[in-house]
């Protein structure tokens, strides 16, 4: 009988039952409630103003499209984008559940609402609904699983979330949420088929106004063959007064 001998790693030892160590200690100070809080607690806010590039990478070209968001909650949003010259002065009003466009090339409004807002955002891997929604995840999902993962090297709550109601976009996310910042850093977004919509990853966290928030986010449509949409976070305030006006379709002119 022939045996193998294999020297034994006290290094490899130690980070092993470092790493379960790190995953006890984590399981047992937080609750997945606990997390979703936190998360919400970064990402939404009554109000927010941000200024942001999209970058959509075409089969023969890439074009970046620069915008000023103001978002009330989950129901209220307006949109203009400033630059490229040939985009620039279209708007965005979502109200609920629709939304109009304005183009000043057409001088025409037109309006969509229900499984239209699902549709690409000037060719980009984001819909209407992912650009301009600010969803709080404690409201509209439920943990159903949390484990603990390593992820580029940093410890991460890896979640597992169901839709409390049909009228989700995603039925159902998984989340790679840093540890120590409460952000995602890694996002799939599924169906209620359970196939695949998209995914996402988000990097440069930076703080802003006592918040974790990542201002570099890379998404890809998975039902597209496509290079993504890279979404960069260029100003962003929260709980700022906004005229109200701003969100009234009268602004669309």
Do not use: C
Request: glycine content about 4%; charged content about 25%; proline content about 3%.
């Amino acid at each position: 009988m022939i045996r193998l001998f294999v020297p034994f790693n006290w290094k490899n030892l130690l980070i092993i039952i470092g790493f379960f160590s790190i995953t006890t200690f984590l399981n047992a100070q937080i609750t997945p409630a606990e997390v979703l809080e936190r998360v919400d607690a970064n990402l939404s806010a009554n109000t927010r103003v941000f200024v942001s590039e999209m970058t959509i990478h075409g089969k023969r070209f890439s074009q970046t499209l620069q915008s000023k968001t103001y978002s009330a909650g989950n129901s209220k949003a307006f949109t203009e984008y400033l630059s490229p010259a040939r985009e620039a002065g279209t708007k965005l009003l979502m109200l609920d559940d629709k939304l109009w466009i304005y183009t000043p090339s057409s001088d025409r409004t037109i309006q969509l609402s229900g499984h239209m807002l699902k549709q690409s955002v000037m060719g980009s891997d984001l819909s209407y609904e992912d650009l301009m929604s600010d969803t709080k995840l404690t409201e509209e999902y439920e943990v159903v699983n949390m484990l603990t993962e390593i992820y580029q090297d940093r410890t991460t709550y890896l979640m597992e979330l169901v839709a409390r109601t049909e009228a989700q976009s995603y039925a159902r996310r998984k989340m790679w949420i840093d540890a120590e910042y409460f952000v995602p850093v890694k996002e799939e977004l599924y169906a209620k088929s359970g196939q695949l919509l998209k995914q996402a990853s988000m990097s440069d966290l930076k703080q802003i106004q006592g918040r974790w928030f990542p201002t570099q986010m890379v998404y890809r449509d998975m039902l597209k063959n496509g290079k993504g949409t890279e979404f960069r976070i260029l100003s962003m305030e929260f709980n700022q007064a906004i005229p109200e006006h701003l969100f009234s379709k009268a602004v669309l002119r």
